[in-house]
């Protein structure tokens, strides 16, 4: 990831930013310049509360190949890769962290909270992003 695009998807990655319609109230995330329920171009961000469920989830046993990856993603094998179906309505993809994978189950309730995602080579950026952990 350039860092152009590390600054351009900031309020997404670091903040949990999305928008909502004007014209009918709905929801996006990740952000999109039009609603796809109505088709207006009058959207305005909105910051979700990052509170969500798990919805369906796969577990990743296997590591990426070589030391030589140009983006090395920052995670400890096994770990779970969840789709999250937030309070407000959207769903995204996301890492689930601080629990073994055998807890990470349909329907648990999770939290977003602010992690390293990956490095970009040797000496390169330090990128950042959301994640989630099980919460109550």
Not at 9 to 32: D, H, I, N, Q, S
């Amino acid at each position: 990831m350039t860092s152009a695009k590390i600054w351009r998807k900031m309020p997404e990655y670091y903040e949990l930013v999305g928008k909502e319609c004007e014209k009918c109230g709905a929801l996006f995330f990740p952000a999109r310049p039009i609603c796809k329920k109505c088709g207006s171009s009058k959207l305005q961000d909105h910051k979700l509360e990052g509170q969500g469920v798990i919805k369906t989830f796969t577990i990743i046993r296997t590591p990426i190949a070589g030391d030589d990856v140009l983006e090395k993603i920052i995670c400890e094998i096994p770990y779970a890769l969840a789709i999250v179906q937030l309070s407000e309505g959207p769903c995204l993809t996301a890492q689930i962290v601080d629990c073994e994978a055998d807890e990470v189950v349909i329907g648990k309730n999770v939290e977003v909270v602010f992690r390293k995602v990956f490095e970009s080579g040797r000496k390169g950026a330090i990128c950042y992003g959301y994640k989630f952990r099980l919460s109550e």
